[in-house]
């Protein structure tokens, strides 16, 4: 593995060339867009930990014989599921695209013995 002298400093040649080459700088700026997103939407999170609470009273009662001693709705398990599935898909995939992009980045780092044996790179 060679390395490429960046006015970053050193980076792995092959990755660097096939970014170079594939990398789409926008992905930066919706990922920053999309965790903004995410942030405001957090108001909902305390929504989504008391339909956890009841699915886990309800998990209990299916699946451990207790008694169910708090009134947790007439709505199944299943429902209560989908819902929190639907509403959190969004945002894995907003976090999932995020994360692609930045171990696509991370990849740049390159092999410290590469660096050791030729500290100034590749032009």
């Known amino acids: 593995m060679a390395v490429q002298k960046t006015p970053l400093g050193l980076v792995d040649k092959e990755v660097f060339k096939k970014l170079e080459r594939e990398?789409?700088?926008?992905?930066?700026?919706?990922?920053?867009?999309?965790?903004?997103?995410?942030?405001?939407?957090?108001?909902?999170?305390?929504?989504?930990?008391?339909?956890?609470?009841?699915?886990?009273?309800?998990?209990?009662?299916?699946?451990?014989?207790?008694?169910?001693?708090i009134p947790i709705g007439k709505e199944p398990i299943y429902e209560l599921a989908y819902n929190l599935l639907d509403e959190m898909t969004d945002w894995k995939e907003k976090i999932d695209d995020a994360y692609d992009m930045l171990q696509d980045l991370a990849e740049l780092a390159p092999d410290p013995d590469e660096c050791a044996e030729n500290p100034e790179g590749e032009d």
Do not use: N, P
Not at 35 to 57: A, F, N, P, S, Y
């Open 23 to 69: 990398f789409d700088t926008g992905r930066i700026t919706k990922a920053s867009q999309d965790l903004t997103q995410i942030r405001q939407e957090m108001k909902h999170l305390d929504g989504w930990v008391r339909e956890l609470g009841k699915m886990h009273h309800m998990a209990m009662c299916l699946f451990k014989d207790d008694d169910i001693r």
